[in-house]
């Protein structure tokens, strides 16, 4: 199990970090630090271990060994909504939580479904359910935001919809996220800080500095996106 350190001026902070299932190394003694604030998404080929890195941050992987610390909270929003069918959309935001009531409801404004507070899950769109997903996570006042890939379910004008709204609760609320993604144009879209994870380790770290609202022919962003991509083992377009 991994040893809990405190944090200096850091939300998250990871050092030689690792996790085996078996005779295969997922983590490889990894480090990683997470500041305040910290807008990061992190790319890898499938098997690469950041959904791993991910549940270990969340404390829901306890056979991680290394040392771990995480100051604050932590929410997570996962690929599935995870929406209780039972429950409704109000219960489900504040479900596990002693919150106000007040508090939930200004969670569900936030993110547009006010009207839907005492719908069934299964009633509602899976852009509604994702959204859902994000009151949740929010209402716990997260200093930590740990997102695993929440909007590879949906269509694309859904998409671009959630990362909007993403990018504008981030805003307002600060908290540090980790998005776990496939998708190298959403990473340089969404984040200020691109992690390539590869053999257990972190192989490439480039910061993202062009100002929102970010378009992909920003020159940066098309050099960055050549970059993360050779980090990835995937050959330029046009070239074999």
């Known amino acids: 199990m991994a040893a809990r350190l405190p944090g200096v001026d850091t939300v998250a902070s990871v050092r030689g970090l690792t996790r085996a299932f078996g005779d295969r190394v997922v983590l490889d003694a990894l480090d990683l630090e997470i500041g305040p604030g910290e807008f990061i ?7 690469s271990g950041k959904s791993t890195l991910l549940r270990a941050l969340a404390g829901l992987d ?3 060994t290394g040392e ?6 932590v929410a997570v929003a996962f690929q ?3 929406l209780v069918p039972w429950k409704r959309v109000l219960a489900n935001i504040t479900l596990g939580l002693d919150a106000p009531a007040e508090r939930a409801h200004a969670a569900l404004a936030e993110v547009g479904l006010t009207e839907r507070a005492q719908a069934w899950p299964l009633t509602l769109s ?3 359910a994702q959204r859902a997903s994000l009151a949740r996570a929010l209402v716990r006042e997260p200093g930590l935001l740990l997102l695993d890939e929440p909007f590879s379910a949906l269509d694309a004008l859904t998409r671009i919809t959630i990362h909007q709204l993403v990018v504008e609760l981030w805003a307002r609320h600060r908290p540090a996220v980790l998005l776990v993604t496939h998708d190298v144009d959403e990473a340089l879209l969404l984040a200020d800080r691109v992690l390539v994870l590869d053999e257990g380790r972190i192989a ?5 500095t062009a100002p929102r609202p970010r378009h992909r022919d920003n020159p940066e962003l098309i050099t960055l996106r050549a970059d993360l991509l050779a ?10």
Not at 41 to 47: E, N, V, Y
Not at 204 to 208: A, K, L
């Open 126 to 128: 899976g852009g509604e």
């Open 41 to 47: 998404a992190l790319l890898g080929r499938s098997g």
């Open 62 to 64: 306890r056979e991680v």
């Open 80 to 82: 599935e909504p995870r």
């Open 231 to 240: 980090a990835l083992g995937v050959a330029p377009e046009g070239r074999s």
């Open 204 to 208: 490439h770290d480039s910061p993202v």
């Open 68 to 73: 771990l610390s995480v100051t604050g909270s």
